[in-house]
Antibody
Framework: VQLQESGPGLVKPSQTLDLTCTVS??????????WSWIRQPAGKRPEWIGR???????NYNPSLESRVTMSLDMSKNQFSLKLTSVTAADTAVYYC????????????????WGQGIPVTVSS | EIVLTQSPDTLSLSPGERATLSCRAS???????VAWYQQKPGQAPRLLIY???GRGTGIPDRFSGSGSGTDFSLSISRLEPEDFAVYFC?????????FGGGTKVESK
């Protein structure tokens, strides 16, 4: 499975960041995995934003939950991220990643990751 | 919320040497739910280690993880030129699945 992020690299403050992750090498609809978004400001640690399961169930980082929406488009084998009311603090490289559901585990690591897309919030 | 602190910030070593990186959690965590990732400049993090001893796809056995409670470590038995990178630990047992601040392994 491979993942590829796409979307605008520049977003104005107060607007909505809208990114898509395209999955290749397997169908999301038949893959028992969580599909996550993770961001990493330059020189800092990664931060998990949230995830969506094949059923459409979502879980979000409480620190971002009020501004985040994720969705799936199985016909295009894609999932997406919307982050509203962005500020300069949202400037980061945004990654999508897969967490395969492995029997015997209750939570899962991130593997693989997409190559990442840099997003700058600036007017 | 669990906070992960990695040390040292930078480790300067020569190829062939052994590297030991530390990750300390702010509270006890299940060692089965600690992962390590490698990140090279301009690239996404890559899974190295998950759980007590699992390795990501294609990860050589010179990489190993250990630890329990609040103290965890990643060891690289003999550094290869391609191992010079930044390494992050992560606790994936509970949301929001925090990462450590990273340790840079640089060539001396």
């Amino acid at each position: 499975v491979q993942l590829q992020e796409s979307g605008p690299g520049l977003v104005k403050p107060s607007q909505t960041l809208d990114l898509t992750c395209t999955v290749s090498g397997g169908a999301i609809s038949s893959d028992s995995s969580y599909w996550s978004w993770i961001r990493q400001p330059a020189g800092k640690r990664p931060e998990w934003i949230g995830r969506i399961y094949t059923s459409g169930t979502t879980n979000y980082n409480p620190s971002l939950e009020s501004r985040v929406t994720m969705s799936l488009d199985m016909s295009k084998n894609q999932f997406s991220l919307k982050l509203t009311s962005v500020t300069a603090a949202d400037t980061a490289v945004y990654y999508c990643a897969r967490s395969p559901l492995i029997p015997g585990w209750w939570e899962y690591w991130f593997d693989p990751w997409g190559q990442g897309i840099p997003v700058t919030v600036s007017s | 919320e669990i906070v992960l602190t990695q040390s040292p910030d930078t480790l300067s070593l020569s190829p062939g040497e052994r590297a030991t990186l530390s990750c300390r959690a702010s509270q006890n965590v299940n060692s089965n739910y600690v992962a390590w990732y490698q990140q090279k400049p301009g690239q996404a993090p890559r899974l190295l280690i998950y759980g007590a001893s699992g390795r990501g796809t294609g990860i050589p056995d010179r990489f190993s993880g250990s630890g329990s409670g609040t103290d965890f470590s990643l060891s690289i038995s003999r550094l290869e030129p391609e191992d010079f990178a930044v390494y992050f630990c992560q606790h994936f047992g509970t949301s929001p699945f925090p990462f450590g601040g990273g340790t840079k392994v640089e060539s001396k």
